[in-house]
């Protein structure tokens, strides 16, 4: 079983916001796999289906950004599933160009504090995770305002691309090749 979590903020004024783009995956591969995300259940809504064969919990916390970890480690104790092999966090980055993708199979939170928070609940930083370039921070503008704030036009027919790549590369990853993943889109759009 995998539980697949794309990171952001609930309620409504929050839709469509960079710091949502975890969310926004999330939607992407319900609609493409047919699984709603609408139980409530570990502090989060979630949908329970199959991609490529594999049993899959698809995840949106609903404790904000910041306190993402409580309702992961929630529903990784449920379903039993260690995060090394089977939890995959999809969630946004300013250091990546605007639909972008950067997968890896570990590492740090690299200052992004839903990261943090889910590092902290897991005690592990050894679980693949998709991040999705929202495009840097202009100078001047406060990184909060940013993050919350949404995309020009332009940037979110770039970001509509971006959440078809993530979600072909975590159909990629259920069927064990993450390694071809981070090949293919790892590298920088042109």
Not at 22 to 42: A, C, L, Q, W
Not at 82 to 98: E, Q, R
Not at 110 to 139: D, S
């Amino acid at each position: 079983m995998f539980i697949i979590a794309g990171l952001g903020n609930p309620s409504r004024k929050y839709e469509g916001t960079r710091h949502n783009v975890g969310f926004d995956v999330i939607d992407r591969i319900s609609e493409k796999y047919n699984i709603p995300v609408d139980t409530k259940k570990h502090l989060a809504l979630i949908g329970k289906g199959v991609i490529e064969g594999q049993k899959v919990v698809l995840v949106k916390p609903q404790t904000y950004m910041n306190l993402s970890g409580e309702s992961i480690r929630s529903v990784m104790d449920f379903y039993k599933t260690d995060p090394s092999g089977g939890l995959i966090v999809i969630y946004d980055d300013v250091n990546l160009d605007t639909g972008q993708l950067r997968i890896r199979e570990k590492g740090s939170a690299g200052g992004h504090n839903g990261m943090k928070n889910i590092i902290a609940h897991l005690g592990t930083q050894e679980f693949p995770r998709i991040r999705v370039g929202v495009g840097e921070k202009p100078a001047g503008y406060d990184l909060a305002d940013y993050v919350l704030g949404h995309f020009s036009k332009a940037e979110q027919e770039r970001m509509e691309e971006g959440y078809d790549r993530a979600s072909d590369a975590v159909r990629m990853i259920l069927s064990g090749d993450i390694g071809g993943a981070m090949s293919r889109y790892n590298r920088k759009i042109e």
